[in-house]
């Protein structure tokens, strides 16, 4: 059984949803924070959960809120610590994948498509091929760096919900 966290939009929980009962079918633990869950502490079970996954999967909807990016961003920092973690991202028709995913192998879903959640299950499970999508420590430091204001804007929505 693996733990696998959903990060997604929060226009996209019902595709979250399809996604965790397809993973529990399998036996599997989704890990994500629904919309109904959110309370003033909720960013830290979100913190607890991406520390505790086997894998992430991102659901790329037709935005990406700045909680999202966070998300993503403690993903790969994540994948960084421990190279075997897998990222899935989820693409629903022609959205743009979110750059900092651009060296992920992403699940593409065209409209219309029924069973989708069999094909992410599927790269779940699949054994990881371990490739550092940021090889190099210089990489990984220019990549933190850049990623500072989103880790500002953060600290701040944080503190403000901690009041």
Do not use: C
Request: charged share 25%; no cysteine.
């Amino acid at each position: 059984m693996a733990r696998i966290f959903i990060s997604n939009d929060l226009g996209d929980e019902h595709r979250a949803d399809e996604l965790r009962s397809a993973l529990a079918e399998r036996g599997h633990q989704a890990l994500s924070v629904r919309a109904e869950d959110q309370g003033a502490k909720w960013y830290r079970q979100v913190d607890e959960d991406l520390e505790n996954s086997d894998a992430v999967v991102v659901i790329v909807g037709s935005e990406t809120s700045k909680w999202q990016e966070s998300e993503i961003q403690q993903a790969l920092e994540k994948s960084w610590q421990t190279p075997d973690t897998k990222i899935v991202p989820v693409m629903f028709g022609s959205q743009d994948l979110p750059n900092a995913l651009s060296d992920f192998q992403a699940e593409v879903v065209q409209p219309g498509t029924q069973d989708w959640t069999s094909a992410v299950v599927q790269a779940v499970e699949a054994p990881s091929m371990v490739v550092d999508p940021y090889p190099g420590q210089r990489d990984k430091q220019r990549m933190a760096q850049k990623n500072s204001a989103l880790r500002s804007w953060v600290a701040e929505q944080r503190k403000m919900l901690d009041q």
